[in-house]
Structure formats: C-alpha cells, structure tokens
Nanobody, 121 residues
Framework: QVQLVESGGGLVQPGGSLTLSCAAT????????IDWYRQAPGKQRELVAV???????NYADSVKGRFTASRHNAKNTVYLQMNSLKPEDTAVYYC???????????????WGQGTQVTVSS
C-alpha cells in the first residue's frame, strides 16, 4: 500500500550540488522518523542523515555542514540537499521512512529503490 519513489540523482562535478527527493505514495497517514543511507561499491551501508520522529536532525561527521535533510508534510515527501559534493560522496542513496497508514495503526519501515549519485570531473 505504501511505496517510496526516489529521484534527483545523477552526475555532478566536485563542489556541485544535488537535491534528492523521496516521495511516499499510497495509504500514507503520517510520516514519523526519516533516515537517509548511502552505499558505495564494496562498502557497508552508511547512515548519513536522520530526522527523528520528534524532529531532531543528526548527520554523519562525513557530511555534517554539507548535507541538509528536510520534509514537506503536505506532499509526503522528504529531501536530502547535498552541497559541496566530493568524489567520496559517490554512492547509491536510499531513503527509509517510518510511515503509518491510519490513525490506529503503528508505523512500519519502508525503503526507497535507491538513486545513484556520482561526483566526478
């Protein structure tokens, strides 16, 4: 009933910017916690940004000061704004959202399909 559709990835030069989007579709009542992950080839999946259910934001040291996570509640969409991109930011980026489908249901976790970000000159 709920699925996440990611978009916004692509090829960008070092120092450039990209904004990733993650739209929740289907039976969405409320979005709670939001996580952004990335995974580069041959490496473990890395948590890079979090918006907790209470609204607190946290970032991995590797992206702090360069990435900003946000949400647009009316559109059921979350974003990851990435500035001052570096080659080491190259990875597939995934959103993971905790979503409830009604006022009487508990939230469940859903994953986006991933979007490729490549930082290269």
């Amino acid at each position: 009933q709920v699925q996440l559709v990611e978009s916004g990835g692509g090829l960008v030069q070092p120092g450039g910017s990209l904004t990733l989007s993650c739209a929740a579709t289907g039976s969405v009542f409320r979005i709670y916690a939001i996580d952004w992950y990335r995974q580069a080839p041959g490496k473990q999946r890395e948590l890079v940004a979090v918006i907790a259910s209470g609204g607190a934001r946290n970032y991995a040291d590797s992206v702090k000061g360069r990435f900003t996570a946000s949400r647009h509640n009316a559109k059921n969409t979350v974003y990851l704004q990435m500035n001052s991109l570096k080659p080491e930011d190259t990875a597939v980026y995934y959103c993971k959202l905790d979503v409830s489908e009604s006022s009487i249901s508990s939230p469940a976790s859903y994953w986006g399909q991933g979007t490729q970000v490549t930082v290269s000159s």
